[in-house]
C-alpha cells in the first residue's frame, strides 16, 4: 500500500529519502495525541527527512507533499519540534525496531513500554495529498480523496 502511495520501489535505495520521511509521518500521526501542545524531540538518523522536516519542503514533489503532511498535524496540535540528528552508530533500540518484521527482538530497554500501532494509510490518512502524485484517482468503490473511514478491516487501499 505504502509503495503505491509513493509509487516507489521497497527494495531501491533512490527512494530512501521518501521512506525515511514516511516513517517520520507515520511516527507523528501515531503519537500526537501524546505530544499536543508541547515541545517534541524528532531524532533520527535519516538526515535528509530531518533536514525536509526541518524547512518544511522537500527536494521533490513527493517529499514536498510529505512534509506538508508532517508539518500540517505538528502545527494542528501546537507542537514544536526540536530536530536532531541522531549518528546511525547511536541508533540502537530504533534500528532493532525496525528489524522486528525480519525477526529481531524489542531492546529490552523498550519491553515495558506500551506499543503503539499506526493507522493505515488511506485516503483518509492524508490531510492535504495533492492527487497529481497519485496521478488523480479517487479511493476504490467511488469514496472521494481524503475523505472516508480508515480502518484495519474495511481499508481502501489507494488505486493508480
Not at 9 to 14: L, M, Y
Request: with cysteine; charged share 15%.
Amino acid at each position: 500500500m505504502d509503495a503505491r502511495v509513493l509509487q516507489a520501489q521497497t527494495s531501491d535505495p533512490a527512494w530512501q529519502a521518501e521512506w525515511e520521511l514516511l516513517a517520520l509521518l507515520i511516527a507523528v500521526d501515531t503519537w500526537l495525541p501524546n505530544i499536543r501542545a508541547q515541545p517534541c524531540v524528532l531524532q533520527t538518523d535519516a538526515l535528509a527527512a530531518l533536514f525536509d522536516v526541518a524547512r518544511a519542503a522537500g527536494r521533490t514533489p513527493l517529499m514536498n507533499a510529505l512534509s506538508a503532511e508532517l508539518t500540517l498535524r505538528l502545527e494542528a496540535a501546537q507542537v514544536a519540534i526540536v530536530p536532531i540528528h541522531l549518528s546511525g552508530t547511536l541508533n540502537f533500540q530504533c534500528d532493532a525496531l525496525s528489524r522486528l518484521s525480519q525477526g529481531a527482538s524489542v531492546p529490552a530497554s523498550l519491553r515495558q513500554i506500551k506499543r503503539a500501532s499506526s493507522r493505515l494509510r488511506c485516503p483518509s490518512f492524508f490531510w492535504a495529498w495533492p492527487r497529481e502524485i497519485l496521478g488523480g484517482s479517487n479511493a476504490a468503490g467511488g469514496e472521494a480523496f481524503g475523505q472516508g473511514a480508515c480502518s484495519r478491516e474495511g481499508a481502501m487501499p489507494l488505486q493508480h
